[in-house]
């Protein structure tokens, strides 16, 4: 979680160099490749970007991050599933599956997609 929020909500691209790795693989396609790819698309997000994190799984390698990323100027948050692979204790590797927030309104089972209650 110090990682994302080093380059998410401090945006101190020096200090998140030490959590990603110089070989950095990238699978998202909303990202362009490697490390510089994502620390670049971060520098050209609006300063008011935001990373949340909810629920957190690892399995050996693998960790999963449920998040929201809000401020980016879209008229929806995103809910991020963020899969990343750690190799020699660094963000080695990453795949996320990333969708619109819903409002109560939209919410077919009733419940918010992110933490206990339904964006304002």
Do not use: C
Request: aromatic share 12%.
């Amino acid at each position: 979680m110090e990682a994302f929020d080093t380059l998410f909500n401090k945006r101190d691209y020096k200090a998140a160099e030490r959590f990603w790795s110089p070989n950095y693989i990238q699978h998202s396609a909303h990202v362009p490749p490697g490390r510089h790819g994502l620390f670049n698309l971060i520098k050209n997000a609006p300063p008011s970007l935001r990373y949340e994190h909810h629920v957190i799984l690892a399995d050996k390698e693998f960790v999963i991050v449920h998040g929201r990323f809000s401020g980016l100027g879209r008229p929806r948050s995103w809910i991020a599933a963020d899969i990343v692979r750690i190799a020699d204790g660094v963000l080695a590797e990453h795949w996320d599956v990333l969708q619109d927030e819903a409002t109560r309104e939209e919410s077919q089972s009733g419940a918010p997609m992110f933490g206990t209650t339904f964006p304002v």
